[in-house]
């Protein structure tokens, strides 16, 4: 088990996306914002179980309460990579001839995000349109992230050094794990109200990798 607790003070201004956080180029987007905490506080408790390392079979459970505010105006604004509660279980083998197969399952709370509502607005001519109007800073929060992992690879001992192939394909399940807001779209209900439609970008589906590792 492992615990932290800091408390950070004078802290320099950032400016961060409210809703395209992995653009290329961030500072170009109109979402773009100055954040200016107080201060800020990040804590957690940690706690990890594994299995014997000296075995074929491996294995490892691991959870993960934090805590990443800052503080503006006496008001707690959680961090965008704040994530309350995370998980993640791995299970490996290894076999006598040299080949691993492991298999990583990880799961945490949804990053904050701004959430968007909409209201009617009357204009001069007598005509209604739908304004967009930004709730509290990181006050919602994006579905859950869930993804799995699968490795497999051998290592081979030369002359010069070990190479080590490895095959990792990253999601194989090809959740969609929301990663940002792609666009957010209102609709009149009939009572009079305002419906708000938020759709979302993903991070990355079903991603194989490859790659060859030489020690000496």
């Excluded at 492992?2 to 109109?30: C, I, K, T």
């Excluded at 074929?56 to 503080?71: C, E, F, G, I, R």
């Excluded at 666009?183 to 991070?203: C, H, K, M, N």
């Amino acid at each position: 088990m492992d615990a932290y607790r800091h408390q950070l003070d004078r802290l320099q201004p950032r400016y961060e996306n409210v809703f395209h956080p992995l653009e290329l180029f961030p500072e170009v987007e109109s979402d773009r914002v100055l954040v200016a905490p107080d201060s800020a506080r990040l804590q957690g408790v940690e706690l990890s179980v594994r299995g014997d390392a000296g075995r074929p079979l491996q294995w490892m459970v691991n959870y993960t309460w934090s805590s990443a505010v800052d503080v503006v105006s006496d008001v707690e604004v959680p961090r965008s990579w704040d994530q309350p509660h995370a998980g993640n279980v791995l299970v490996a083998y290894g076999w006598r001839s040299g080949w691993f197969l492991s298999a990583n399952g990880t799961v945490h709370t949804g990053w904050p995000t701004t959430p968007v509502t909409g209201r009617a607005v009357t204009l001069p001519d007598g005509s209604t349109e739908i304004e967009q109007v930004l709730g509290p800073r990181n006050s919602a929060r994006f579905p859950t992230y869930l993804r799995f992992d699968l490795k497999t690879g051998r290592g081979f001992a030369t002359t010069k050094g070990t190479v080590r192939l490895e095959l990792t394909i990253v999601n194989v399940t090809d959740r969609e794990n929301a990663c940002c807001v792609d666009e957010v779209q209102f609709q009149a209900r009939p009572d009079g109200g305002i419906e708000t439609l938020t759709s979302y970008d993903a991070w990355m589906g079903i991603t194989p990798s490859f790659q060859v590792l030489w020690s000496f």
